[in-house]
């Protein structure tokens, strides 16, 4: 059974950083390219950074969060990181974990950024 857990959201002041993290387990992670996805409300679901499995990680960000956002992955702990830094009101959203080209999704964590 593939599970992917996500925490560390929050409420955060704009211009202030949160780091995400999301535990799979049930799938062979160090072979699976990650991805995180957020969705503000009455918005749809949309891609915001992916890395690869391979050696080199390849990584995919938005144009909305380059430079700002950093993903990363730690293949012994089977987890991915997103490391959110200079905040914007406009990233508030649910912030959901998937298994690249699967049906496999977390259960999202809340980020709301607001003063």
């Known amino acids: 059974q593939v599970q992917l857990v996500e925490s560390g959201g929050g409420l955060v002041q704009p211009g202030g950083s949160l780091r995400l993290s999301c535990a799979a387990s049930g799938i062979t992670f160090s072979l699976r390219t990650m991805a995180w996805y957020r969705q503000a409300p009455g918005k749809q679901r949309e891609l915001v950074a992916r890395?690869?499995?391979?050696?080199?990680?390849?990584?995919y960000y938005a144009e909305s969060v380059k430079g700002r956002f950093t993903i990363s992955r730690d293949n012994a702990k089977s987890t991915v990181f997103l490391q959110m830094n200079s905040l914007k009101p406009e990233d508030t959203a649910v912030y959901y974990c998937?298994?690249?080209?699967?049906?496999?999704w977390g259960q999202g964590t809340q980020v709301t950024v607001s003063s």
């Open positions: 890395i690869t499995s391979g050696g080199d990680g390849a990584i």
């Open positions: 998937k298994v690249w080209t699967s049906a496999y």
